[in-house]
């Protein structure tokens, strides 16, 4: 039995703890949080409001899953590391380059068992895919086309309204969302980027484009139901569901409990009268070593669908949406569907199609067996992948390609 200790007992923290606690082979002993609400859903465990009043203890868990906001990761991550803590930490690693290496060296010094939760690397559709490309199905990968369909309501409720919508607060939006689907086409390839140029912007949830009769809360806004981002419609569907997204919104969710939340707090703003400041759609075109080309297109306007790839080969192509796999032969002429059976939806509250189940599993094994094998990306692999993400966001500002060492 794995001993857990929860730092940030919000969606992602309590997602990944129950997510253990359900498989039989994990307890939550201690959790950490300032909220009353977010510690009481481990009734049984040691409660503590701040993190570093846990860790002025000798060790009380096995390891302990870190999932703070993006900004408050590193200093958890180094004290717990230097505890003797295994560590499931939330992407991002954190929010600049200094302290993920920071992050990175604490592990290592450690040898603690480390993990950061690229989940899109755990889905029963990856490890299928994977496992395709490198029994030679398609030959040598020479191009790839990946597309994240953020989704217009989640855009609007993590990116616009919600704790993701400001750089300064948090971070810039493809590092916040998008590192896992970067992480997630150097695990394909098994190749690092050497060279990345990036173009985007903040396109649609401005000022400029409010309708004039709009309110300042879609209570109260006459156009509310002509609005594809109103919040009564995103959220009161959902009334009496005790699940994200609903749960980031209020602890009572009952429907009077939500229209206060609408009524009171930030999710029942109007999209264009927020202060956002992140981007709603962004390109990023990348080198790989060998001469290896991708692009990812990460959108706010599209379906919350799962993302969707597009593979090229020497020797064939696979054309994969999430769910199923198409693998076209040039020998052969012959199109061939190999399903994958993803467990969920893409989203949070879908568990990421099985990813957030498969990445608990593997730590708890490597926590229990101390076999890291099972834990797909090293501290490096991660820091590489944000790397990337830093990279892009240097070009889109900059205008220029930027090369990685």
Known sequence: MVTLAVVGAGSRGTSYARHAVETGRARVVAVADPLDSRRERFPEAAHYTDWRALAALPRQADAVIIATQDRDHVE??????????????????????????????????????????????????????????????????????????????????????????????????????????????????????????????????????????????????AVEERCPYSATRIYLPLAGQDRWPLSVLTDDVSEQGVIEALRTGPYGRCVYDCDNDVVDHQVVNMEFEGGTTASFTMTAFTPAQHRQTRIFGTRGSIE??????????????????????????????????????????????????????????????????????????????????????
């Open 76 to 221: 958890p991550a180094v004290r717990f590391a230097e505890l003797g803590y295994d560590i499931l930490l939330e992407k991002p690693m954190a929010v600049s380059e200094e302290d993920s290496r920071a992050i990175v060296a604490a592990a290592e010094r450690s040898g603690a068992v480390f993990a950061v939760c690229h989940v899109l690397r755990y889905t029963p559709y990856t490890r299928t895919l994977k496992a395709l490309l490198d029994a030679g199905r398609i030959g040598d990968i020479v191009n790839v086309q990946h597309l994240e369909p953020v989704g217009w309501w989640h855009q609007a409720h993590s990116y616009v309204r919600g704790n993701w919508r400001r750089s300064d607060e948090s971070t810039f939006m493809l590092l916040a969302k998008s590192c896992h689907d970067l992480d997630w086409l150097v695990h394909l390839t098994g190749k690092q980027v050497t060279r990345v140029s990036s173009f985007g912007g903040l396109m649609h949830f401005r000022p400029e484009n409010r309708p004039a009769q709009a309110a300042d809360r879609c209570l109260d806004c």
């Open 320 to 405: 994969g949406d999430g769910d199923r796999l198409t693998v076209f032969d040039f020998v052969t002429g012959r199109a061939e569907i190999v399903e994958s059976r993803p467990t969920g939806d893409s989203t949070a509250g879908g568990g990421h199609g099985g990813g957030d189940e498969g990445l608990v599993e593997a730590f708890l094994t490597a926590v229990a067996t101390r076999d890291r094998t099972t834990i797909l990306s090293s501290p490096d692999e991660s820091l590489h992948s944000h790397l990337i993400a830093w990279a892009a966001e240097r070009s889109r500002l900059h205008g220029e390609t930027v090369t990685l060492e």
